[in-house]
């Protein structure tokens, strides 16, 4: 089967760093993206992998390892509203996003 | 705002009754998705359009009915449902179905109660 696994909780410091693992098992690849989601309000798209390595967009950079099915998104200064669930899906071959149950990240002044 | 739009934001239903979400796309894409979001639970795919044609229905019970009269509406029909049916259903679309870098759009979701 395919499975998306990713922790359900986590707790940083505003101000800090802080790394979400996400690993998976899929049929086939088509990429990774990473979503934010604030309580109560539409995931965001953050970030796309596709090859091997670091992508960096600013405070935010997410990697990916495809011979080991990993991936993790990287925050940077963290800020309080960061708080929200943070959110990995891998495109499997038929191109259909297969989700994991989410990160929800609490950051403590 | 990201050019999704869901109506209505909240909805209490009781068993036997009929209403339907509504979502609207102002992005030009060609694809419309209808998810479940449950809490600490992946979400799940129910229904994929591709051109108003219905591409995939993840097994999804018969209470529930999507409708996409165009690309750029997509309504879901709810009817006898029951309580573990409460729970956010979110509205995506894409540019199309396939593809890589094939990022999709979120509404904002409508949270729903089944009493």
Sequence with gaps: GQNIDQPTEMTATEGAIVQINCTYQTSGFNGLFWYQQHAGEAPTFLSYNVLDGLEEKGRFSSFLSRSKGYSYLLLKELQMKDSASYLCAVSDSNYQLIWGAGTKLIIKP | ?115
Excluded: I
């Excluded at chain 2, 956010?88 to 094939?102: H, I, M």
């Design chain 2, 1 to 115: 705002e990201t050019g999704v739009t869901q109506t209505p934001r909240h909805l209490v239903m009781g068993m036997t009754n009929k209403k339907s979400l509504k979502c609207e796309q102002h992005l030009g894409h060609n694809a419309m998705y209808w998810y479940k979001q449950s809490a600490k639970k992946p979400l799940e795919l129910m229904f994929v359009y591709s051109l108003e044609e219905r591409v995939e229905n993840n097994s999804v019970p018969s209470r529930f009915s999507p409708e996409c009269p165009n690309s750029s509406h997509l309504f879901l029909h709810l009817h006898t449902l029951q309580p573990e049916d409460s729970a956010l259903y979110l509205c995506a679309s894409s540019q199309d179905v396939q593809g890589t870098y094939n990022e999709q759009f979120f509404g904002p979701g409508t949270r729903l109660t089944v009493l």
